[in-house]
C-alpha cells in the first residue's frame, strides 16, 4: 500500500494541535485524513472508518482518558501514534501493553508528524510479524507433539515401528489430501473414543 493512500485517523481536543498534525500529514503527501476532537464515541467512528492509522493527540491526558484510550488501542489491531506533552513511566508502560507503537512525549512539532507515523507503522508491522511467527511456531509444536501421539497409538495397536507407524499416517494423509496432524488428531480423537 503507497503512503498516501493510508486512511488516517487523527483523535485531538485541541484544534490548534490537530491542524499541526494535520499540516505535517498533508505536506507529507497523506490526503485521506481525518480528525475528531471528541474520544467518545471513537471506537464507532474506527470501525466505520476503518483507518490504517490512528494518530492521538493529548495535551494534558488525565488518567481516566489516557485508560479509556489504552482500552480502545488494545483492542483496535493498528498502529497507533500516541502524542502527549508530559508523561511518567507508568503511562509509557501501560501504552506500550496496550500496543501504542510510538509513544512520543513533547514532540509535536510538524515535521517530526511523518517521521513518527512512519516509525509506527514499521513498529507495528514489525510487532505483527514476530506475533504471527510465534503463533505459527506454536501451531508446529503443538502438531509434532499429535503426530507422536498418534505414531504411539498405531504403533500399539497394529504392531508397527515407530517408521512404519509414521509412514502408515503420511500415507493415509497423501491419501484424503489432508495434513498429516490431521489424520494424527483424528487418531487420538478415535482412540479417545475407543479406550
Known amino acids: 500500500m503507497r503512503h498516501a493512500d493510508l486512511t488516517i485517523l487523527v483523535i485531538d481536543e ?19 485524513v481525518t480528525v475528531i476532537h471528541e474520544v467518545n464515541g471513537v471506537a464507532r467512528i ?7 492509522v490512528i494518530i492521538i493527540d493529548l495535551e494534558n491526558p488525565n488518567r481516566d482518558m ?10 483496535v489491531s493498528r498502529p497507533i501514534a500516541m ?12 501504552a506500550v501493553d496496550a500496543g501504542v507503537s510510538a509513544y512520543i512525549v513533547d514532540g509535536l512539532r510538524k515535521e517530526r508528524v ?5 516509525m509506527a507503522v514499521s513498529r507495528f508491522n514489525a510487532f505483527s510479524r514476530l506475533q504471527r511467527e510465534l503463533a505459527d ?3 508446529a509444536l503443538e502438531d509434532r507433539k499429535v503426530v507422536e ?6 504403533m500399539k495397536m ?3 515401528s515407530e517408521e512404519e507407524a509414521f509412514a502408515l499416517l503420511r500415507q493415509t494423509a497423501m491419501n484424503e489430501k489432508k495434513k498429516i496432524a490431521e489424520i494424527a488428531q483424528s487418531v487420538v480423537t478415535a482412540a479417545g473414543l475407543l479406550t
Open 137 to 139: 511456531a506454536k501451531s
Open 14 to 32: 485541541n484544534a490548534i494541535r490537530s491542524s499541526i498534525i494535520e499540516e505535517g500529514l498533508r505536506e507529507a503527501g497523506h490526503l485521506k
Open 158 to 160: 497394529r504392531g508397527l
Open 149 to 154: 501421539r498418534a505414531k504411539g497409538i498405531v
Open 46 to 52: 474506527i470501525e466505520t472508518l476503518k483507518p490504517d
Open 83 to 94: 502524542f502527549v506533552d508530559r508523561s511518567d513511566t507508568a503511562s509509557i508502560e501501560a
Open 66 to 75: 489516557m485508560e479509556h484510550l489504552f482500552q480502545l488501542t488494545r483492542t
Open 114 to 118: 511523518k517521521p513518527i507515523l512512519d
